[in-house]
């Protein structure tokens, strides 16, 4: 037995020394415990320990003999073990009944016979073989037979021809690592190519392997050999094993009551309507979906998935069908919104310990479980969404399919026709009249059989223990957003809509809150006041909005935002526009180079003057009286007049 100290050990592993001493010291891996002079504890490992690859590294270095068990992986005959009956296959089971016949009708055919033994048997066998020409038979095969029946040997009876290859393989064991480090891999190399690899790693590895065994030795035992579940992992990734081959939990019915959970999605319409402005587009549905019965309890019709648009839905189940106890939901941004539901896994660092408002599912008393991140089998309202656009979408003339393929041909015949388009209003009023009464009086279809021939709202109003209700008043307040905590400033608190700071003031939040840490309340249909309150969720007081563009653009949310969205549209456009005319009046240049440009141009088209008449006029100002320029003072005096009059006096002379 070849042992390896620690050192030697992490370095054929890849492993460093000190994750090597724990597994030792833990027991995670075999080795002998000794003591040397100084009294400290060190490790020895045996070789086999380690993987055929890693053994063979060893032995290459050291350049000893590789062993016969570690190049050919074949597995060491033994002794046949005692089966019973009932472990044998169907058809082994039926051939070993057959010789168990065939033996006992050879002894009473020997016992009636009149031949000898010898005699009786070759005739039976001659008959055996007309009579069953598909049985291999001779009377070597029939004594033995008839051996292994009387040793209670009954694998003895099949035909074993072939078995002892089985679990078998003539493919060296490093050649099979080498090979499975190439197939298990996220980029689903083809068997041929990492048989190819294979090879090539053998010929500066392990020559001394070569030949490789055929290819298809390789694909049989990739067939037989590899596990389906580490077969997926390994070349398809974690996601497609959890979604394919991982064991999940099952969700059972029987003991679930309505109201007890309802699941949230959004879900695109196959359906293709027109807006107010004449747009044409497919609308989106958020639902609310209870688990027991299969109905469809809040619905809202939305431009565009919100965490707004989840609350009306909430609301509008809340309002007819009670508070529901538990809410499913996947991690989108519209359920995880730190109001709404709360952040969930998506809190960030800088957030985790500072105070954040109730959210909105936990003032109604609603537990909230998200889904595992990328799980498809998280999404069982998808099947309801289904029958949404099987039983409702295909319904109207504008149906688009799910795809290209599933597009209707006359679509794009109907889309030229304004008439054939429903309308956006038309569109959510059908579908709010099918889900509620049709889809949920459709007979329930889900897993608890005692149900089935039930409509599934009889099914919800049987099984409906507790309605928690809340009046509309307390339901209004307990639905409201929120904001973030923030400090009472010189102009109130704000909202921030579409990027623009909302203010809401009055002189008695400045009077005595003015520095403090206050968080806002408000309804996004109206939001011409907010509610403060303090970080012990207490409240304060009702603040009006001190802001013209509430006024000017409504009290709505979303109609504020959607105006100031048009002024800043309006003004990047203008930019746009001003941009795009000054690039064209200029081009790449400046005005001042133009103007250089055009003066350089003009001083080379300039003549020198030629004047007939040359004239000096005098100013009228007093010479005295001009005044002395401002740091003239260093600089010589000229008498202007002394100059003139000897001016006057060269042109006479001339």
Not at 55 to 70: D, V
Not at 215 to 232: G, H, M, T, W
Request: net charge positive; aromatic share 10%; proline share 4%.
């Amino acid at each position: 037995m070849i042992y390896l100290n620690v050192k030697e050990y992490a370095e054929l592993s890849n492993m460093s020394e000190r994750h090597i001493r724990r597994l030792a010291a833990n027991g995670d891996v075999n080795c002998i415990t000794k003591t040397n002079s100084n009294n400290q504890i060190y490790y020895l490992i045996p070789l086999t320990e380690l993987s055929p690859t890693e053994q063979l590294k060893y032995y290459k270095s050291h350049s000893i003999a590789i062993p016969e068990a570690l190049l050919v992986g074949k597995k060491a005959k033994s002794q046949r073990p005692h089966k019973e009956f009932d472990e044998f296959t169907a058809a082994q089971r039926e051939e070993i009944a057959r010789w168990i016949r065939i033996i006992k009708a050879w002894d009473e055919y020997c016992a009636k016979s009149k031949l000898s033994k010898v005699n009786a048997t070759e005739k039976f066998i001659e008959l055996q073989k007309v009579a069953n020409p598909e049985i291999n038979i001779s009377k070597g095969i029939l004594y033995r037979k008839k051996a292994a029946l009387k040793a209670d040997d009954l694998a003895g009876l099949i035909d074993n021809r072939g078995s002892w290859k089985k679990g078998t393989s003539t493919i060296p064991d490093v050649a099979w690592d080498c090979f499975m480090s190439f197939y298990l891999d996220e980029a689903q190399h083809p068997i041929k190519a990492c048989y190819e690899y294979t090879e090539m790693w053998l010929k500066q590895e392990a020559p001394e392997l070569l030949p490789l065994p055929a290819y298809s030795a390789f694909y049989r035992k990739v067939q037989n050999d590899i596990p389906k579940p580490l077969e997926i992992m390994g070349r398809e990734g974690m996601k497609a094993f959890r979604d394919r081959c991982a064991p999940y939990i099952k969700r059972t019915y029987e003991g679930m009551v309505s109201n007890e959970w309802w699941i949230a999605d959004n879900h695109t319409f196959d359906v293709q309507t027109k807006g107010a402005d004449g747009s044409v587009h497919r609308l989106y549905l958020t639902a609310f979906f209870d688990a027991r019965s299969g109905i469809f309890t809040g619905c809202y019709v939305t431009s565009a998935p919100s965490s707004q648009a989840t609350l009306i839905a909430l609301r509008k189940g809340i309002m007819k069908y009670g508070i529901p106890e538990n809410i499913y939901v996947d991690n989108g941004r519209e359920f995880l919104t730190f109001d709404v539901g709360g952040l969930g896994h998506r809190t960030k660092k800088s957030q985790k310990g500072k105070f954040t408002p109730p959210p909105v599912f936990e003032r109604l008393g609603i537990k909230m479980t998200n889904a595992l991140v990328r799980n498809a089998k998280a999404k069982i309202i998808e099947r309801r969404f289904r029958d949404v656009k099987d039983r409702l979408s295909r319904l109207f003339p504008t149906y688009t399919g799910g795809n290209v393929v599933e597009r209707p041909e006359r679509l794009k015949f109907v889309l030229k026709d304004d008439d054939k388009i429903p309308t956006d209003e038309e569109f959510t009023n059908a579908v709010e009249d099918i889900l509620t009464y049709y889809m949920n009086e459709k007979p329930y279809s889900g897993a608890v059989n005692s149900d089935s021939g039930k409509t599934r709202m009889q099914v919800y109003r049987e099984q409906l223990k507790e309605k928690r209700i809340a009046s509309e008043l307390d339901l209004n307040l307990m639905l409201m957003r929120s904001t973030r905590s923030q400090k009472v400033g010189r102009r109130g608190v704000h909202l921030t809509i579409a990027g623009e700071k909302i203010d809401y003031y009055n002189d008695e939040l400045i009077l005595n809150y003015f520095g403090k840490d206050m968080y806002c309340r408000y309804d996004p249909e109206d939001i011409s006041t907010v509610r403060v309150y303090d970080l012990q969720d207490n409240y304060i007081m009702t603040v009006p909005v001190d802001n013209d563009a509430v006024l000017a653009y409504g009290s709505s949310k979303d109609a504020v935002a959607k105006a100031l969205r048009k002024v800043k549209s309006f003004e990047k456009l203008t930019k746009q526009e001003l941009k795009a005319t000054q690039i064209t009046a200029l081009g790449k240049k400046t005005a001042l180079e133009l103007v250089l440009a055009t003066a350089e141009e003009n001083k080379l088209k300039s003549d020198e003057l030629s004047p007939k008449i040359i004239s000096v006029h005098r100013a009228d100002e007093d010479p005295a009286e001009i005044k002395q320029a401002v740091g003239q003072n260093n600089i010589v005096k000229i008498d202007k007049a002394k100059m003139i009059r000897n001016l006057e006096e060269r042109q006479r002379e001339e």
